[in-house]
């Protein structure tokens, strides 16, 4: 069965600071991979999505993710934190052709001033 | 451009009683699906509809039953509302399998 692990669940960066959220799936094909932004009080927002035109997917604010097959992985990075990128993060992974959509159980970012 | 719209944005009940949550989208899309938030669990499918005319269960349909009216609409229903229940309730809309799903702003629900 499809799973999705996002390690720590919660993660501190100072501003201006590499971010790296992570993820890691299982899958015996590649699978569709998407990542979301959560706001207080607000739905899930897309943020980027693999869907295996390329293994380095830009996404929207600066964020981008890579999908490493060998390493079941699609981490995402921006590579310098702003304080309004302080949400919570859901990586997301479906398998081709279905309409069941397994969440990883988030990572809050926390952006210190 | 609303997108996907949920009503209501915030619920209490007394435990036995039932009730129904609406979504409705704007965007033509095929898809919609019910999810459930809780701390630390992410999100789980309750149910989908891949189409107009259809509805399948997900991860956690048990309490549950839901409604695809049209292709805008697709209801929750809780019908003896349990305290397990509490929760935040995400619809979402999306154009067909494996495509990026658009979410609604979700429903608080307390059960007491």
């Known amino acids: 069965a499809q799973s999705v692990t996002q390690l720590g669940s919660h993660v501190s960066v100072s501003e201006g600071a590499l971010v790296l959220l992570r993820c890691n799936y299982s899958?015996?094909?590649?699978?569709?991979l998407f990542w979301y932004v959560q706001y207080p009080n607000q739905g899930l927002q897309l943020l980027l999505k693999?869907?295996?035109?390329?293994?380095l997917v830009k996404g929207i604010n600066g964020f981008e993710a890579e999908f490493k097959k060998s390493e079941t992985s699609f981490h995402l990075t921006k590579p310098s934190a702003h304080m309004s990128d302080a949400a919570e993060y859901f990586c997301?992974?479906?398998?081709?052709?279905?309409?069941?959509?397994?969440f990883g159980t988030g990572t809050r970012l926390k952006v210190l001033a | 451009n609303a997108g996907v719209t949920q009503t209501p944005k915030f619920q209490v009940l007394k435990t036995g009683q039932s009730m129904t949550l609406q979504c409705a989208q704007d965007?033509?899309?095929?898809?919609m699906y019910w999810y459930r938030q809780d701390p630390g669990m992410g999100l789980r499918l309750i149910y989908y509809?891949?189409?107009?005319?259809?509805?399948d269960k997900g991860e956690v349909p048990n309490g549950y039953n839901v409604s695809r009216l049209n292709k805008r609409e697709f209801s929750l229903r809780l019908e003896s509302a349990a305290p397990s229940q509490t929760s935040v309730y995400f619809c979402?809309?999306?154009?067909?399998?494996?495509?990026?799903?658009?979410f609604g702003d979700g429903t608080r629900l307390s059960i007491l």
């Open positions: 979402a809309s999306n154009q067909g399998s494996n495509q990026p799903q658009h």
């Open positions: 693999y869907t295996s035109a390329a293994t």
């Open positions: 997301a992974v479906s398998d081709s052709g279905t309409y069941k959509y397994i």
């Open positions: 509809s891949a189409s107009e005319g259809t509805t």
């Open positions: 965007m033509n899309h095929n898809s």
């Open positions: 899958s015996s094909v590649p699978p569709y």
